[in-house]
């Protein structure tokens, strides 16, 4: 963000928040708040000061509710920030990554057709309850610029379509989730219910394609 000059929960390849964490591996739920800083003299000159001099702790007016209801969700089980400093602009980004992991499972294919019929397996974790397999459907990613990059709070742009059930045995489930819709990219979406409520995460997306496959997981 901060080499390219926007402040945007997408980035300019089209991926969102849970995108990127699950080409990163990753396959629990992910909720994502950003924050942005600078030092200007009146006259518009960046003040140039060291990132030990500035203080990281967000404005009142930066504190939005949507960003305090992430911060004190109770569900979340890990967090990590990065921060990006340039000092000769004087500015800074901060992103806090919170992750809620309720099940333990074995990574999805990364590439998958339509028609393709996955097998998906694991084990809740403690908190975990109630599980639910949603397939979703949604489109393709699509390049932005640093001027057409979407603002605002972040909403995925999946559509669910089908609800499966799978089968339980103790804390562990499996089931056969078929991507079906040709002509339409798909993305495999999990919730699972908790004692903090129902949460949804991307192990792994699969991407469906009717005529070829395609390399890049959503």
């Not at 340039?86 to 057709?113: H, K």
Request: glycine share 8%; charged share 20%.
């Amino acid at each position: 963000m901060l080499a390219n000059g926007y402040f945007s929960h997408w980035n300019l390849q089209g991926l969102g928040p849970e995108h990127r964490y699950a080409l990163a591996g990753g396959r629990d739920a992910v909720a994502e708040n950003l924050y942005t800083f600078w030092y200007r003299y009146e006259d518009g000159r960046a003040a140039n000061r060291r990132l030990a001099a500035w203080s990281v702790t967000p404005r009142p007016a930066s504190c939005r509710p949507g960003h305090r209801r992430t911060i004190l969700d109770p569900a979340h089980t890990h967090v990590g920030v990065g921060i990006a400093y340039d000092p000769q602009r004087g500015e800074m980004r901060l992103a806090q990554e919170f992750v809620t992991r309720l099940v333990d499972m074995p990574a999805l294919p990364v590439e998958a057709a339509s028609g393709e019929t996955l097998q998906v397996r694991g084990a809740l974790l403690a908190d975990a309850l109630d599980p639910l397999i949603n397939l979703a459907y949604q489109p393709l990613p699509g390049p932005f610029t640093a001027e057409t990059v979407p603002s605002g709070t972040y909403r995925s742009r999946a559509t669910i379509v089908e609800a499966i059930q799978p089968r339980l045995d103790g804390r562990e489930f499996s089931a056969e989730v078929r991507l079906g819709q040709a002509n339409t990219p798909a993305s495999t979406r999990f919730g699972f219910g908790s004692n903090a409520g129902q949460k949804w995460s991307w192990p792994a997306n699969s991407l469906c394609s009717p005529n070829r496959r395609s390399q890049l997981p959503l």
